[in-house]
T-cell receptor, first 118, second 113 residues
Framework: DVKVTQSSRYLVKRTGEKVFLECVQD?????MFWYRQDPGLGLRLIYF???????EKGDIPEGYSVSREKKERFSLILESASTNQTSMYLC?????????????????FGSGTQLSVL | QKEVEQNSGPLSVPEGAIASLNCTYS??????FFWYRQYSGKSPELIMS????GDKEDGRFTAQLNKASQYVSLLIRDSQPSDSATYLC?????????????FGKGTKLSVKP
């Protein structure tokens, strides 16, 4: 089974702190994604990556950055955390090979990180 | 703005009944359609995918797609309390070599014993 591991299940940070959320997948997937999920707003794509050292903005990239130095690891960085970034953060990966190289269908999600910014 | 619409629910059905979950999408060029299940406090899990018009069955689950009406549905037969979850509809549109996955906000299903 594909395993997508997020480093923390719960995280509490203070406004202005720099926050790192780590995600590792063990199935050699090409594509990796960061979403946030908020009640009433659903899943929103923050950033994604189709290759090492490659990143693309999603729908809500403001206030975030990402890093993908190795194929299996995709990090989300909050440069200066704010209270409106309190949310559930979900990392996901997909195979991204062949016909579906650039697609993000059939996502495998990590267990999520509930981030609270105080 | 491409959209995927779902009734937020909650949809309440008795155990053993058929649960019907519906989804509409705005982009007529959409080609791939998915249903994810999300238990409370857990992450989404893919349960069904469908790519062509008609029905696709997998155990107690049936996905139905009607591209002309831009409508996709999920039927759960013999509903069980363990089916209680939020069901997310997701749709992909392909532009060039890149696909864009759009999630609906989900329908909460409650199956009463």
């Amino acid at each position: 089974d594909v395993k997508v591991t997020q480093s923390s299940r719960y995280l509490v940070k203070r406004t202005g702190e720099k926050v790192f959320l780590e995600c590792v997948q063990d199935m050699d997937h090409e594509n990796m994604f960061w979403y946030r999920q908020d009640p009433g707003l659903g899943l929103r794509l923050i950033y994604f990556s189709y290759d090492v050292k490659m990143k693309e903005k999603g729908d809500i990239p403001e206030g975030y950055s990402v890093s993908r130095e190795k194929k299996e690891r995709f990090s989300l960085i909050l440069e200066s955390a704010s209270t409106n970034q309190t949310s559930m953060y979900l990392c996901a990966s997909s195979i991204g090979q062949g016909e579906f190289k650039w697609s993000n269908e059939k996502l495998f999600f990590g267990s999520g990180t509930q981030l609270s910014v105080l | 703005q491409k959209e995927v619409e779902q009734n937020s629910g909650p949809l309440s059905v008795p155990e053993g009944a058929i649960a019907s979950l519906n989804c509409t999408y705005s982009d007529r060029g959409s080609q791939s359609f998915f249903w994810y299940r999300q238990y409370s406090g857990k992450s989404p899990e893919l349960i069904m995918s469908i790519y062509s018009n008609g029905d696709k069955e997998d155990g107690r689950f049936t996905a139905q797609l009607n591209k002309a009406s831009q409508y996709v549905s999920l039927l759960i037969r013999d509903s069980q309390p363990s089916d209680s979850a939020t069901y997310l509809c997701a749709v992909i549109s392909y532009g060039g070599s890149q696909g864009n996955l759009i999630f609906g906000k989900g329908t909460k299903l409650s199956v009463k014993p």
